[in-house]
């Protein structure tokens, strides 16, 4: 099956297509969604700091608009990205997804962060070129591992201070240089909640463009040690027997699949499959 939805770097010279607005405030939208006429996107009252053609959705050129500000445009208002992940289509939300991860990067790569010249956007390639370095800066991606630490009927969950009230997941982590995914797995559940881990098993992965990790995400056993928290990263963790589950994260999350994988492993119930 085709995919609905595929990045491409467009010509921004080039007229129509769909377009989205981005501003600090998140995502212009109104009763037909995130996606607007460019033509007529453009000829609104938008602070835009840089325009990005981002790909095809259903065939059709999408561009992103970058905003410096949140404007007021009648009949519309503003959300951001998270809001989109819990509700309506999936698809849009993965190029929404996409048009923040380039307008991040974009906005952040404005000057070469070797010499603080300005740099100019690469005609057919993503990426940011300083002519003087001959340096160019590709978007940023941030490896992360998280995982879903099991002992029999027994899942590790945890919660952030940062999490809605209530809710526990599983442990995640950026990766750091000189770690293989493996290393930095051991490494943060070590350090999140002093547990030993072995028999770890790749699962999947997910882009989660908060702002730009690339989720590794796995599978381990219990291998040693009692939950001690990480101050400040860890508010509580947990053993929860797969008969009683807290309240868990967003179904469109990696870190819920990665649970509901392995309570429908040991139920004998059909396998959940990962949001792309
Ligand atoms: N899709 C999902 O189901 C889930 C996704 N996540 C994501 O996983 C990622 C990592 O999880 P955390 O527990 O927050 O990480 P973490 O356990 O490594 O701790 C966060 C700390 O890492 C540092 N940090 C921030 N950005 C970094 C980067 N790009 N590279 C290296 N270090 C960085 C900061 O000091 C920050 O306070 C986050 O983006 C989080 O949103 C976390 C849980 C579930
Ligand atoms: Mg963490
Ligand atoms: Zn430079």
Redesign the pocket.
């Known amino acids: 099956m085709t995919p609905r939805w595929t990045t491409a770097v467009l010509d921004t010279d080039q007229p129509g297509g769909w377009a989205v607005a981005r501003s600090p405030e998140g995502f212009l939208f109104d009763d037909n969604g995130a996606l607007f006429p460019r033509e007529w996107l453009k000829r609104q009252d938008l602070a835009i700091l840089a325009e990005h053609g981002i790909g095809h959705l259903d065939g059709e050129p999408v561009y992103l608009l970058e905003l410096r500000a949140h404007s007021e445009v009648p009949g519309c208002n503003w959300k951001g990205l998270r809001a989109f992940m819990l509700e309506g289509d999936h698809t849009v939300f993965k190029v929404l997804g996409y048009a923040a991860q380039i307008g991040t990067w974009a906005r952040e790569h404005r000057f070469c962060g070797n010499c603080g010249q300005a740099m100019i956007q690469v005609p057919r390639e993503r990426a940011m070129y300083c002519q003087p370095c001959d340096l160019r800066s590709y978007p ?1 991606i ?1 490896p ?3 995982v879903l630490v099991t002992r029999g009927d027994e899942v590790l969950l945890a919660r ?1 201070p ?1 999490f809605v009230a209530g809710v526990y ?8 240089p000189g770690e293989s995914a493996e290393d930095c797995l051991i490494r ?1 559940v070590r ?2 909640v002093q547990i030993e881990v072995k028999n770890v098993q790749y699962l999947g992965s ?1 882009c ?1 463009p ?4 690339m ?1 590794l ?1 796995f599978h381990a056993e219990y291998a040693g040690g009692e939950i001690v928290c990480q101050e400040d ?1 860890i508010e509580d963790a947990q053993w929860f027997n797969v008969h009683d589950l807290p309240p868990l ?2 179904s469109r ?6 649970i509901d994988v392995y309570v429908a492993r040991r139920l004998g119930h059909a396998e959940p499959v990962l949001p792309g």
């Open positions: 940023r941030s992360s591992m998280i952030s940062r997941s599983t442990l995640a982590g950026f990766a750091e943060e350090e999140e997910q989660w908060f702002p730009h990790s989720m995400g990263e994260p967003a999350s990696i870190a819920r699949y990665l």
